[in-house]
């Protein structure tokens, strides 16, 4: 029988079978066609978009046709700071980085501040201020461009977030984000407020510049339902629908679904220091091999499962040749499960090095990108 599996924006669960998920969410898987129409743009391809690590969308074509006559898009995502950056969180904000590049557009980031509070029972607002700065710190040294990039702090910008929240919210009946949710009648009344503060800047450009301008949100698929509902809001308003680019999860060092700070043995966090990762994929990554090293050598691996492989795959090896060479040593054996933990370190602790001195250079440089 399958296994169940749950995804909310709070809450990722079971083995998630992205192709089933698609379907529930009504979301449309990216085709190859699609593919090429972004490619005529971008040049190349990044390799999450080729390895369907970014693998559907919502209005892709009608983002493109606005974009092909002049009409530029900008983009949009969000972090509700809550805790430390960790591989996953970084997965669809790389991406964003590239596509900021490809078609030199601006970058509207939200931190809602709010939102954690609101959903978890043990975070004070004053706590969240702090996760908000280091949060910042991360972003900040993927290599946004500053000139065009806009951090917007739900609570520091509440003056121009919460008139656009209440038109939105007006829209929204408790019936809807009941059903989309799951909340019941012990949920807080700022859960279920929450959706509207989200929606907010995918029209916020348009607001401030008094004229439609079309928005791209990548996003982790996990929050597409915030879209799904308040997609059918904008036009009542007047607004574009925004476009959405989903991904899928970073699978955590055990091998579940999605990485998450709640089990700390099985999260990496862009603070990490080599010894931490390297103790932490020795022990805990879930290895796709074989039990022993003869049968390994014998049967080969299952790099599909192995989790060395797919954060790899996902965001570590850009190189095409070399990852698939990875994956046919692994199969065939070839490869132990001790040399691709040993590369997959190696890589981890490249990235990071590199990371960390940028988060620390970031501190100076945060005034820039305050809204
Ligand atoms: N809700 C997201 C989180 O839990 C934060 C967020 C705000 C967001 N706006 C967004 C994510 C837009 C994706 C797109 O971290």
């Not at 983002?63 to 898009?73: I, T």
């Not at 800047?201 to 990548?218: D, F, R, T």
Request: hydrophobic share 35%.
């Amino acid at each position: 029988m399958e296994k169940e599996f749950k995804v909310t924006p709070w809450d990722v669960s079971g083995n998630v079978d992205y192709e089933k998920l698609i379907k529930e969410f009504g979301v449309e898987k990216i085709s190859d066609k699609l593919l090429e129409r972004i490619k005529k743009h971008t040049k190349d391809l990044h390799f999450m978009l080729k390895r369907k690590v970014v693998f559907s969308h919502r209005d892709m074509n009608w983002l493109l046709d606005e974009y092909e006559k002049k009409n530029k898009f900008f983009l949009y995502t969000g972090r509700a700071p809550s805790g430390p950056i960790h591989l996953g969180h970084l997965l669809p904000w790389i991406f964003c980085k590239w596509l900021q590049d490809k078609f030199d557009v601006e970058m509207w980031f939200q931190f809602p501040d709010e939102e954690k509070f609101l959903f978890k029972e043990d975070l004070t607002l004053e706590e969240t201020e702090k996760w908000t700065k280091e949060n910042m710190l991360d972003i900040i040294a993927l290599g946004f461009k500053p000139e065009k990039t806009k951090f917007i702090v739900d609570t520091k910008n509440a003056d121009l977030m919460y008139k656009e929240a209440c038109k939105i919210a007006k829209k929204i009946t408790f019936s809807t984000v009941k059903a989309t949710f799951g909340f019941e009648n012990d949920s807080n009344i700022g859960e279920i407020f929450y959706t509207s503060m989200q929606a907010v800047p995918a029209i916020l450009p348009s607001v401030l510049k008094k004229k439609n301008i079309p928005c791209l949100i990548p996003l982790g698929i996990d929050q597409d339902p915030h879209f799904r509902v308040a997609r059918d809001v904008y036009p009542k308003l007047g607004y574009y629908k925004p476009a959405i680019l989903h991904s899928i999860f970073l699978p955590s060092l055990k091998g579940d679904a999605k990485m998450s700070t709640s089990d700390e043995n099985s999260v990496i966090f862009t603070t990490d220091k080599p010894e931490d990762v390297k103790n932490k994929i020795n022990k805990y990554a879930f290895s796709g091999g074989q039990p022993t090293l003869e049968e390994h050598k014998k049967k080969g691996g299952n790099p599909d499962i192995d989790v060395c492989y797919q954060y790899l795959k996902m965001l570590f090896e850009e190189d095409d040749k070399k990852l698939e060479k990875i994956y046919h040593d692994y199969k065939s054996g070839k490869m132990t499960t001790g040399e691709i933990k040993n590369y997959t370190i190696e890589k981890i602790n490249a990235f990071l090095k590199e990371h960390q001195k940028r988060r620390e250079e970031a501190r100076k440089k945060i005034e820039k990108f305050l809204f």
